[in-house]
């Protein structure tokens, strides 16, 4: 099955910089991958997604990058602000051509920490 | 409503009893999720409704635990004979469509097993 890794475990950053968060996947086949923003006591929020039918996804201050070859992706924050501290999970699946999907195989989540 | 709700938000039992989870879904949400998140982990898949049936119970750790949803809105999870280590927060999402993605999750019901 698929297994996703998540680095770093803890992330520090000051108010302003740039926050990157790196996932890998081992199932070649997978074609979705979402990113989670979950706040404490709270459910996990979809932030953003990308689908491997293209490399990189901007919305606003977030993007993810997709590299299909190195089976890697990463979550880009620019200009981080303090409501951005939170746990942040990357995740990978399979969606069907036809319908239906696997279900999600997240990674064990980054602690974003925005430093004031 | 306007979220997914999950009830009961908190819920303490003692070990060998039995235990239900309730998930409200979005209206009109057709597929269901339930995903199982331990402390200092991400969810971990459990099992998938479209509609009335599961599409995929395979990550159901065992026959101790069983989902249901009769009528394709709510569901309920139940986890018989509940041991220690089934303490977690379970998490309910809807999503619409079939095999869409793209999930709405409730807040979670935090089970504690003593």
């Known amino acids: 099955g698929e297994n996703v890794e998540q680095h770093p475990s803890t992330l520090s950053v000051q108010e302003g910089d740039s926050a990157v968060i790196k996932c890998t996947y081992s199932?070649?086949?997978?074609?979705?991958f979402p990113w989670y923003k979950q706040e404490l006591g709270k459910g996990p929020q979809l932030i953003i997604d990308i689908r491997s039918n293209v490399g990189e996804k901007k919305d606003q201050r977030i993007a993810v990058t997709l590299n299909k070859t190195a089976k890697h992706f990463s979550l880009h924050i620019t200009e981080t602000q303090p409501e951005d501290s939170a746990v942040y999970f990357c995740a990978a699946s399979l969606e069907y051509s036809g319908g239906g999907a696997d279900g999600l195989t997240f990674g064990k989540g980054t602690h974003l920490i925005i430093q004031p | 409503g306007a979220g997914v709700s999950q009830t009961p938000s908190n819920k303490v039992t003692e070990k060998g009893k039995y235990v239900e989870l309730r998930c409200d879904p979005i209206s009109g949400h057709t597929a269901l999720y339930w995903y199982r998140q331990s402390l200092g982990q991400g969810p971990e898949f459990l099992i998938y409704?479209?509609?009335?049936?599961?599409?995929?119970d395979s990550g159901l750790p065992n026959d101790r635990f069983f989902a249901v949803r009769p009528e394709g809105s709510v569901s309920t999870l139940k986890i018989q004979r509940t041991e220690r280590g089934d303490s977690a927060v379970y998490l309910c999402?809807?999503?619409f469509g079939s095999g869409a993605n793209v999930l709405t999750f409730g807040a979670g019901s935090r089970l504690t097993v003593l």
């Open positions: 199932d070649s086949a997978s074609n979705y």
């Open positions: 999402a809807s999503s």
């Open positions: 409704f479209q509609g009335t049936g599961a599409a995929d």
